[in-house]
Structure formats: C-alpha cells, structure tokens
C-alpha cells in the first residue's frame, strides 16, 4: 500500500510539473519570447503524457517565427492531423508558409485551398488558382536579376532603406555593443544607420545616422519627404528610455516624423498611430503627396494590412484608407513603395516561393490591377522585402534572410536585365460585322513614348504574334485599309517567355462610306445642320463629323476639299461670310482630332449659291426643313 501511495505522488508530481512547465511555456510563447519559450515547449514534451493540439499549433508557431522550418513542420502536421484547417488566419498561414519554405509547393497549395473551400472563400479561391497559374510559370524560368549582397551589410540584422540625396538610410542592429537584446530572439534592437553612394554605386562611410534619434529600443523603416526636410521612421512605442506595454503585454510600433533641418529634433507622433495595434515601413512619394504605411490596426483583411493617406499642405493628414483585398491578403502585407503608379510590396499572403516575396501591382482606372511576383532571384523561399529602385536605370535594393548572407537579414542590390526578358503576344484581327478574320491587317506597336516599335501584318487566318519586352507599356493598333481602326493600351508582366493569347481587334468595314454624285465622289454622311446664323459644330453636327474623321483615319492617304452652304436667307455677303466660317470650322475640327491639315486642300465657303431647294428670302415657298437642307457642309474626295 505505501509503495502505491507512492506512486501515485510521483504521478501526481510529474503531471503538476509537466502543467507549470506548459504554462511557463505558453506565457513565453503569448510574450513572443520565442527563444525561452521553445526550450520550455520541449521540457514539457519529455514528461508530458497527453498533448493537446494548441500545445502542438503553439510549438509550431514558435519554430517558425524562430525560423527552424524542419521543426515547425514536425509539430505543425500533429496539430493538423488532429484539427485540420484551421480558422485562425495567422495559424493555417505558417503552416502553409513552412511548406513552402520546405519546397513541398504542392502539399502548400492543398493546405491553402482546403481551407480556402471549406471556409466558402470562393473569391479568394479563385484568385489562389489565377495567382497560382502564374508561379507556375515563374518555376519554369531563370531569373532575369543579377543580385549581390551589399558590402555594408553584417553578422547582424541588415535591411531597407531609403536615399536622402545620395545618402543611404537603413536599419541595422549591428551596435551590439550599446544596443539592448531583444526577449523575442535573442538580437540587439535596430538603429537608423547610413553610408553614402559614391561615383562607383558603391556604399562607403557606414556609420550611425544621428545620436539625437537613436533610442534604447526598435528605430526602423524610414522615408524622406522630397524636400528632404522630414524624416518618417517607426519605433517602438516608449515612455523617456521605457517600453510601453499594453494590456495584452505586447509593445506596439508607432510612425513618427522629425524635422531633420531643425537643430533640436522634435519627435511627432501621427495621428491615425493606435494603442491597441502597431504602423511601421512609412513611404512617401515623390511629390510628397501620399504616405503609405503597414498596420494591424482593426478593420483589415488579415494580420498586417497596406494603407494610404493624402498629406496636406498645411501639414495634416486625410482618414487612411485600405488599399483593399486585391492588394491585402489573409496575412502580412507590407514595405509598400511606389514608383509612378506602380505600387511595390512585400506580402505573406499571395502565391509564392515562401515567406514575404516582393510584388508590383499597378494603379489605373481608381483600382489596382493584377498582383505580379517579381520571380527568382529577387524572390526566394525566404522573406524577400523593402524593395527600392536604384539611382540607375533597372537597377535597384531589396532586403532577404536567405540562406548564404552574412547576418540575420541582410541588404541587396539588383539589376534587371531587360533585354534577356521577352513574352509572345499572339491575337486575331476580325471584321466587327461578318466575324470574319481579315488578312494583311497591320499591327503597330508604339512603346511608352508613343514611337513606333515594331509593325506585323496578320496571316491568311488573321493572326498576328509579336514579341515585346517584359515588363514595359505598349500601345498596340490594329488597321487596314478601307476600315475603322482599333487599338489598346497594354502592359506586359515580368514572366519570361510567358505567351499571352486572344488579344484581339475587331475592325469595321467602311466600304460604304462613300456615295458618288455624278462624277463626284463624297463622303456619306447625314447632313450637318448647322444652327440658324450660327457655324460652331454642336452636339448633333459632332455625330456626323466623326464618320468624316473615321474615313479619313481608315484611308491614310485620303485627301479631300470642304463645301459649306447656307440658305437663301441674310443678304449675299453676311451668306458667303457665314459660309465660309462654317467650312473653317469643320476643317479646324478635324485638325484638332489629330488630321493633318494638308490632307484637307480647300475649305470654302459657297453662301446661298448651290442650294439644294430653291427658296425665297420671305419663307413663303420653303418650309423650315427645306432651308436646314439648304445649310450644310459635303466632303469630297480628291484622291484616296
């Protein structure tokens, strides 16, 4: 009986130990201790008799944000097994992603789309399989990035940036010496560093970027306005030299902004920074405009969503707004940079080779369009972030922690080697009326600059296939001879080789355009009424005119001679004047819509001498119907 009393003490012990041991390990794990807490987790495992699947999705969560993939699948495919997709966004996501850092991308896209169908996200679904369809391709390619690590970087954290003139700016926890340890994994807090650019594209003179900035905690992410004169950094939110936590033990991460020009730096919180959630990787744009910025703050469409905000000129700043699900995914999006209206970000979320991939998406029309991964070599199966263009064309920074750098995350530079980068284009010209494919149709491609670039004519079938750069805006018109023209403005993407079908146009006949008057061949319209006394070109008389600028589009070589007419009414000379002002004014209103003026010989004005009905001046013959008859203009064909 004693020995059993025994027992069942050192049972009761062990299971009283293995619980303060979970609970120890939890807290870590809740204070994003990751270090201590992963130590804890596997103490736990070696009495514990019965592990509940949290214990298990915690384990995980902990490896993976301590990077040891191999671990955090180990423990991630237990809870997974027990619970299955999960309704926690941030907890499916590691999973997925850990899969994907593995390079196990078909077992990853099982595990998104799962929880994608049972979820009945069919909108997301859809975009994973379109998003999907385009990595595939990306896998099939070499990168078109020439990529080297910077000579800056150190054994420590290196990453982002921005120029002040040829100043470079960036983050670093480097300053082991003076800097804290962070509790989450055991490296110093970052400071605001920098080096200067010199003739070479080299940096030289590292050093830290001012004294009067640094804090004991986190400085990162910086922008500059264009003026130079603010300065836009994150940091962590603190009281004199103390963090501040928050109810939930966490430290958020504030936006603020320093006049860089006073001698006394004045640190100024933005307004639409929160207690309850975090901002950071501030960019302004080149007209000093915007300011975009990542935040958790409530309201998004997953863990870290990207924001924009209009800057005033008085200094204050609009409501900001989501960019939106096309941009913002489940999980993180962040690093938002843009260039022109081609926005740059850095995402967890959307198909790719695992961790951040940088993405571009561009603004037109009010929306963002399709989301491109900009592929290997920029990209990997690591967190690839921060993108910025460089001072010299296609050349720029981006930031990893991929395997084979020096520190824990470390700074970039890239050229994009345009000219090795080609995609097909393949489409098909048709008649608008009969569908019928035209043959001998001329497609003209003009480039950004609106020169021509290349010209190709379609086949027997009506197909034509051109070869354009990558990456690059196009205007592409399809013609021929006796139709209307077509055209569109195109942007091509980034995939190597990537062939893209079924651009198409559609071409009207305009055969009977033309109507012959004897031995005069004139262009068929209805006619243009003009008002009484009066020749500007109105709305209606605008419908009519348009059918003149589509010949004269469709025959290029087209010239012809304008004929204005007026009615019997008002003396011969006001006639022949307001005549002639008629004819002016239907010859300037082609010009403006682009014709060449010495495709129209003559635009006279014949008064009340050719009319088509004879009337009197007092209206006693004539009904009102048959005088607008009287004011028109023809158009008439010399040559063509």
Not at 484 to 497: C, K, M, N, Q
Not at 583 to 604: F, M, V
Request: aromatic share 14%; net charge negative.
């Amino acid at each position: 009986m004693k020995r059993i009393y025994i027992v069942l003490f050192c049972l009761i012990g062990f299971n009283l130990f293995a619980q303060s041991q979970l609970e120890k390990a939890n807290s870590l794990h809740d204070r994003f201790i990751y270090v201590e807490a992963a130590k804890e987790y596997e103490l736990y495992l070696q009495t514990a008799k019965k592990v509940d699947p949290i214990v298990y999705m915690n384990m995980g969560d902990t490896y993976y944000n301590l990077k040891d993939f191999n671990k955090a699948k180990e423990v991630y495919e237990k809870w997974y097994t027990i619970v299955g997709p999960n309704k926690n966004n941030l907890q499916g996501y590691q999973y997925y992603d850990t899969l994907r850092f593995l390079k196990e991308y078909d077992k990853a896209n099982k595990v998104v789309e799962t929880y994608f169908r049972e979820r009945g996200l069919n909108d997301k679904l859809n975009a994973h399989f379109e998003e999907r369809s385009r990595f595939n391709e990306l896998l099939k390619g070499d990168t078109l990035y020439d990529v080297k690590n910077l000579d800056l970087n150190s054994q420590y954290a290196d990453f982002g940036g921005a120029f002040d003139g040829n100043t470079f700016v960036f983050s670093s926890s480097r300053n082991k010496d003076i800097n804290k340890i962070s509790d989450r994994d055991n490296t110093p807090y970052l400071a605001l560093y920098k080096a200067e650019l010199d003739a070479g594209q080299n940096f030289i003179n590292v050093d830290l970027y001012n004294e009067k900035l640094e804090t004991p905690f986190h400085d990162a992410t910086v922008s500059f306005s264009p003026n130079s004169k603010y300065l836009y950094y994150a940091s962590s939110f603190q009281d004199g030299k103390r963090k501040v936590f928050k109810g939930d033990k966490r430290n958020y991460f504030k936006i603020y902004r320093v006049d860089v020009t006073s001698k006394r730096f004045k640190k100024e919180l933005l307004p639409f920074n929160g207690d309850e959630y975090s901002t950071g990787h501030p960019f302004v744009t080149e007209d000093g405009k915007k300011l975009y910025f990542a935040s958790d703050m409530p309201g998004g469409y997953g863990n870290a969503d990207i924001y924009v905000c209009d800057i005033y000129e008085d200094g204050t700043y609009s409501k900001p707004m989501n960019l939106g699900p096309l941009i913002n995914s489940l999980v993180d999006d962040v690093f938002p940079y843009v260039k022109g209206n081609t926005l740059y970000f850095s995402s967890e979320g959307h198909v790719g080779y695992g961790g951040l991939d940088i993405y571009k998406s561009v603004f037109k029309d009010g929306v963002y369009g399709t989301t491109i991964n900009l592929g290997p070599g920029i990209n990997s199966n690591a967190d690839d972030f921060a993108y910025l263009e460089g001072k010299e064309p296609n050349t720029g920074y981006f930031s990893s922690n991929r395997s084979g750098g020096k520190g824990g995350d470390d700074i970039y530079s890239f050229k994009y080697n345009l000219k090795e980068c080609l995609q097909t284009i393949n489409g098909t010209v048709f008649n608008i009326d009969t569908k019928e494919p035209l043959t001998n149709a001329v497609i003209t491609v003009f480039d950004s600059d609106l020169k021509e670039y290349v010209k190709v004519t379609t086949n027997e079938k009506g197909v034509y296939t051109l070869e354009l750069n990558c990456g690059q805006k196009y205007k592409i018109e399809a013609s021929k001879l006796g139709f209307s023209r077509d055209a569109l403005e195109f942007s091509t993407d980034i995939l190597p080789g990537h062939l893209m079908n079924m651009v198409d146009f559609k071409l009207k006949d305009l055969s009977d355009t033309f109507v012959t008057d004897g031995v005069v061949e004139k262009i068929r319209i209805d006619p243009i009424y003009f008002e009484y006394y009066r020749y500007n070109i109105n709305d209606i008389a605008a419908i009519q005119m348009r059918k003149v600028l589509n010949a004269m589009v469709a025959y290029p070589d087209m010239i012809i001679k304008i004929e204005a007419h007026t009615d019997q009414r008002g003396t011969d000379y006001f006639n022949k004047i307001l005549s002639t002002n008629r004819a002016l004014a239907t010859r300037d209103w082609l010009i403006e819509k682009g014709i060449n003026p010495s495709r129209i010989e003559s635009a006279i004005g014949y008064g009340e001498s050719q009319p088509i009905n004879i009337c009197d001046e007092e209206s006693k013959n004539c009904t009102e119907v048959e005088y607008s008859e009287n004011r028109r203009s023809e158009f008439i064909v010399v040559s063509r």
